[in-house]
């Protein structure tokens, strides 16, 4: 007859190990979970490792069959549907049943996001910001969305639904930095998420920047040509002003979060965009090197989330995200981005 600990101890261990997978890759986002009661650290980490393995299923298995890694990733939406319906297999998915019974997470974003990571079974091609921004939304602002619920919002539905629409533009700033930072890692892999447009735009190719990058000399090495090229520069000071004027527009909805969640989802965006200054201090070259920030500069960002928590109060909140910024080489008329205004 199983001990009566056992259903407990079992719990214990999925938590774990989802805890085991934030730490093996989210060093800011293992320390901002600390700002968290701990039944909502539980929950975050739960979310970040269903969202892990969905990306590396992919990740993992670059110049791998694509069916066969397709036929991965729809199991693995097979396994979340049954999870869904009450039937969770595996730690992960037991821990991300407990979140969706405990925080009434919608499935549908769930699902999102894996369809949103399958995306990556393709060629990496956007022709445009608004491509891109897509798929940002899908692999990235749903993320945003799974946390607004278990991170709680001071409010009624209302209020909800507005914070909601920050986490998700949040959730584009984030990606967009994820890809500025690994241009040349994901270049290595097959794979330029640049959009065409942006890239003519400065009298770019994608055909260089893959070149360049597979080219990068190892750390330490002489920089790639390309990436002392004023045209690179300036394609990527470009981004970083996109990518700041989205966290701008999307930090009022932290304000909107429970009071015991704010200062945990100001550390990740601000540890997020701390990101575009390092990659501004490694001189713009993302094809060899891939930006982060140091240690101290982790602590730092968890001090001052700690000392200036957000509250709706100080922070003008309105409908939902408004974006104010005209770009370094003129406005892109029709930016999609104006849909959150």
């Not at 670059?62 to 036929?71: F, K, R």
């Not at 201090?281 to 140091?294: I, M, W």
């Amino acid at each position: 007859m199983p001990r009566a600990d056992e259903p407990r101890r079992g719990a214990t261990s999925d938590a774990a190990h989802c805890e085991h997978i934030v730490r093996g890759h989210a060093r800011t986002f293992t320390l901002a979970s600390y700002l968290l009661p701990a039944e909502k650290r539980r929950a975050a980490f739960a979310l970040y490792a269903f969202c892990r393995v969905a990306d590396d299923i992919v990740d993992a298995d670059v110049g791998a069959d694509e069916a066969l890694v397709a036929t991965r990733l729809a199991e693995y939406d097979r396994q979340l549907s049954r999870a869904l319906a009450g039937r969770p297999a595996g730690p992960v998915f037991r821990e991300l049943h407990r979140v969706v019974r405990e925080y009434s997470l919608p499935g549908g974003v769930l699902h999102e996001l894996v369809d949103g990571v399958a995306r990556d079974l393709r060629p990496a091609r956007y022709r445009s910001w608004t491509e891109l921004a897509l798929y940002c939304e899908g692999v990235a602002s749903t993320v945003g969305e799974m946390c607004t619920y278990v991170f709680g919002v001071g409010g009624d539905a209302d209020a909800r639904a507005r914070a909601l629409r920050y986490a998700r533009a949040l959730g584009v700033a984030m990606q967009l930095t994820n890809i500025l930072r690994d241009v040349g890692e994901d270049a290595r892999r097959g794979r330029c998420y640049l959009p065409d447009e942006d890239l003519a735009r400065f009298s770019l190719t994608r055909g260089e920047v893959m070149a360049a990058a597979r080219e990068a000399a190892p750390v330490g090495g002489a920089p790639s040509p390309l990436a002392r090229d004023a045209r690179w520069r300036a394609l990527v000071a470009f981004q970083i002003g996109r990518a700041r004027a989205i966290y701008a527009a999307a930090m009022p909805g932290v304000g909107l979060l429970a009071r015991d969640a704010q200062r945990c989802a100001a550390a990740c965006a601000w540890g997020y965009a701390g990101i575009l200054g390092a990659i501004e201090a490694n001189d713009y070259d993302t094809l060899g090197y891939r930006a982060r920030l140091g240690g101290w500069a982790r602590v730092s960002v968890l001090w001052d989330a700690w000392r200036a928590r957000p509250t709706a109060r100080a922070m003008a909140i309105a409908e939902g995200p408004v974006l104010e910024w005209d770009g370094a080489a003129g406005r892109v008329e029709g930016d999609e981005l104006l849909r959150w205004a």
